[in-house]
């Protein structure tokens, strides 16, 4: 009976030892297939299979980048294709500008002319000066001038001085919206500038023009600089 025990512990030992000894040799957590291992005892020695040992599971964690962030469930806004190119559009043509005319007492046709004239170039407002410019990118005063007129249905030429030779001279007092001012802002003795009025509210005027420094925007003739520098007036539109 003592005989029979002790056999039977030396052999479940030697099993035991035999298995541990297996998984040592092949990696912990290795094994996949059945292995073999030789099992000795008192009467003799067998051969028997290991059980497979499995391979623990891991548990895939979504990385950091596709988890969500805490209190922010709003999904990801695109820019559309259009945005992007109306936002990088730098020379876009600029929206719609209007001027508020005064001091216009005709009326019918020629007010309307008129209306058309100012407000053509009450479009290129803000636009930066460029000497010898005819576009949104720059202009210069004299291609301010013709381009207005031009909405009006009048050709102008090119240039200021050239300009000061058509249509009528006028006296300052007499000056209305839609009049051409001109300035020797050369020193030169000559024409160097115009300017289209656009109010006049008694003794005070308004005019519109590329500025060097300002690009196209309004002014008075009463500013002391204008003042100085101005040579007179012409009615183009009659």
């Known amino acids: 009976m003592v005989t029979a025990m002790r056999n039977y512990i030396y052999t479940a030992a030697s099993i035991g030892f035999s298995l541990l000894m297996a998984g040592l040799m092949t990696g912990c957590g290795a094994l996949r297939k059945p292995q073999t291992v030789v099992v000795t005892t008192p009467t003799g020695s067998y051969t028997t299979r290991a059980p497979a040992i499995k391979k623990a599971a891991t548990k895939k964690v979504a ?3 596709t988890l969500p962030k805490k209190g922010n469930t709003q999904a990801p806004v695109k820019t559309s294709t259009t945005a992007k190119k109306a936002t990088g559009n730098a020379t876009a043509t600029p929206a719609a500008k209007s001027i508020a005319i005064t001091g216009l007492q005709v009326k019918g046709a020629k007010r309307e002319k008129i209306e058309k004239v100012v ?3 009450s479009t290129y407002l803000g636009t930066p000066y460029r000497l010898g410019g005819t576009t949104r990118n720059g202009i210069d005063c004299s291609a301010l ?14 240039t200021a001085d050239a300009q000061a030779t058509e249509g009528q001279k006028i006296n300052r007092k007499e000056v209305r919206p839609g009049d051409v001012l001109f300035f020797d802002t050369m020193k030169r003795g000559r024409v160097g500038h115009a300017g289209l009025v656009v109010g006049v509210q008694g003794s005070e005027i308004d005019f519109i023009h590329a500025s060097v420094k300002g690009g196209v925007r309004v002014d008075k003739l009463s500013n ?5 520098y101005y040579l007179g007036a012409r009615r183009v539109l009659d």
């Not at 001038?145 to 090119?158: T, Y």
């Open 63 to 65: 990385s950091s980048s």
């Open 119 to 121: 407000q053509a170039a």
């Open 145 to 158: 001038m013709q381009a207005s007129f031009k909405a009006g249905g009048v050709s102008l030429p090119r």
């Open 224 to 228: 002391p600089y204008w003042s100085k």
